[in-house]
């Protein structure tokens, strides 16, 4: 029989994901008896509270094991609201809330419910690699503007302004960012909001996921809390993933415009109709319950942060800006290209930097390339502080044993 297989058009150019594609190296040399630390994955490394199970394994004993509402129970659409009044000042009711399995449906949802072929999306660079996946998925065009350390990892305002065309629907903020961990303070994001203003065709998204995991008292606001103008066509996406250690609960939620809300229902009533009736119990749970756990977690990241920033900036060849929230360090290093291995290899690009410090190593991290901006090195930091002492000792050992140009 002749393989028929076809891949369809919309899937030129996408492959699953490099993170998970090093990962499954690591996994391979941890498998053939190598001491691999993985620095690659963006989960937290605690577990999830316990009130917050028992409230999943409720739902399945109280028989809540059924359809639900399509995009959302009353109940958690309820916490939603609460937490949205309680932590940003902001009203929404439920018809302005939608729930999905995770955030990434979310955006998924809201890139399919409104993009038409050419439509253009603007993604400041680096970028969570889902972000062009799903716009080009949706037929539109990620339109990605480079914004290196000199900017701080952050879109300036007249880059915007002169990426902007008649074509422009969406502009995809994530702050505090995931790879670069930066975020904007409210001034910043009033700048970007008024270049918004002049293009009324465009909206704007806004990925506040990681918002309590931020450093040295920064505090994030939303947009929508900084100028309401931008209100009327702001999507606000948020999931209980990363504040609550439950990634593989598989809830997210976003608020905006009812319209919006209520087209993104639509594709996903055809898609995957409600997310699990006990994860959404459980998120009822976490949105609902004591908050104490939250920050504390986020200050037991601070240190860790301190750690990997300070050893990094001591290796020569390495630079990295101190990120203000998320547990990501996205380090320069400009100063290895170029550079020769012991074996004679010479490292070309952050690619070959990364998969030699893997080979070499035993220590996984992922290249500036898979987030669109090169020659960088994303480590995620939500591992244990012996951990990633040992891993910032190899990086170090190993660096020492290049021969720069
Ligand atoms: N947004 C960003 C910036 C992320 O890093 C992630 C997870 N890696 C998500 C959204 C998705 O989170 P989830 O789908 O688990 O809610």
Redesign the pocket.
């Known amino acids: 029989m002749t393989d028929t297989f076809r891949p369809a058009a919309r899937l030129e150019g996408l492959a699953v994901s490099e993170i998970l594609r090093i990962g499954a190296r690591a996994k391979a040399l941890a498998d053939a008896g190598h001491p691999v630390i993985v620095l690659g994955a963006?989960?937290p490394d605690f577990d999830t509270p316990l009130h917050v199970k028992a409230a999943g394994v409720a739902a399945i004993e109280g028989g809540d094991t059924k359809y639900t509402a399509l995009d959302g129970t009353p109940a958690l659409k309820a916490a939603i609201c609460a937490k949205l009044q309680r932590e940003n000042g902001l009203t929404y009711t439920p018809a302005e809330v939608t729930v999905a399995?995770?955030?990434?449906?979310?955006?998924y949802n809201a890139m399919m419910a409104t993009l038409d072929a050419g439509d253009e999306v603007i993604i400041p660079t680096p970028y969570?690699t889902?972000?062009s996946a799903i716009v080009k998925i949706a037929g539109g065009v990620p339109v990605l503007i480079p914004c290196d350390d000199s900017v701080g990892f952050k879109l300036q305002p007249a880059a915007l302004a002169a990426a902007i065309t008649p074509k422009t629907r969406w502009l995809m903020l994530?702050t505090p960012?995931?790879p670069t961990g930066a975020a904007y303070d409210a001034a910043e994001l009033q700048a970007l909001i008024d270049v918004l203003k002049t293009a009324p065709q465009v909206w704007l998204m806004t990925?506040e996921?990681?918002e309590h995991i931020t450093y040295d008292g920064f505090k994030c606001v939303s947009p929508v809390a900084v100028d309401s103008a931008i209100r009327p066509r702001c999507l606000i996406?948020n999931?209980?993933?990363?504040a609550y250690a439950?990634?593989g609960w598989?809830?997210?939620y976003g608020a905006g415009p009812a319209a919006l809300i209520k087209a993104m229902a639509v594709v996903q009533s055809q898609a995957t109709s409600n997310p699990a009736s006990m994860a959404q119990a459980a998120a009822v749970a976490a949105l609902n319950g004591p908050q104490d756990e939250v920050a504390a977690r986020a200050a037991s990241f601070a240190a860790r942060r301190d750690l990997v920033v300070q050893r990094l900036n001591a290796i020569d060849g390495i630079t990295c800006r101190q990120p203000e929230g998320?547990f990501y360090a996205f380090a320069s290093c400009a100063g290895l290209i170029g550079a020769r291995t012991p074996s004679g290899d010479v490292l070309a690009s952050d690619r070959d930097f990364c998969s030699w410090l893997l080979e070499s190593s035993y220590v996984a991290t992922v290249p500036g390339a898979a987030f669109g901006l090169q020659p960088y090195f994303r480590i995620s930091y939500a591992t244990a502080m012996a951990e990633l002492e040992e891993a910032l000792d190899r990086i170090a050992a190993a660096c020492s044993t290049l021969t720069r140009a």
């Not at 399995?101 to 955006?107: L, R, T, Y």
């Open positions: 963006g989960e399995a995770g955030a990434k449906q979310i955006i969570w889902t972000y994530n960012s995931n990925d996921i990681y996406v999931g209980v993933s990363k439950m990634t598989r809830i997210g998320a």
